[in-house]
């Protein structure tokens, strides 16, 4: 059961702005199976990367490489 969920599941944190979540979902899934995107465009993105410019400043933060997730 679980090799058919990883084989075909997609998932996107939804505007949760968590590190922790991504870390997770690229743990269980892997990199490839992780989308980014807010699922809520009317109240935009809320707590430390609220604001202009903080999904960018999501991703460019997150411990990623090239291969997927570095740790946290």
Do not use: Q
Not at 5 to 16: A, K, Q, S
Not at 23 to 52: I, Q, S
Not at 57 to 72: I, K, Q, S, W, Y
């Amino acid at each position: 059961m679980i090799d058919y969920i990883i084989g075909n599941l997609h998932v996107t944190p939804g505007g949760v702005l968590s590190h922790r979540l991504l870390a997770l979902a690229v743990d269980v899934l892997g990199p490839n199976r992780v989308m980014f995107g807010d699922d809520d465009p009317y109240r935009g993105m809320k707590g430390r990367f609220a604001g202009a410019g903080g999904a960018r400043a999501f991703v460019d933060t997150a411990p990623l490489n090239a291969e997927g997730l570095l740790g946290l």
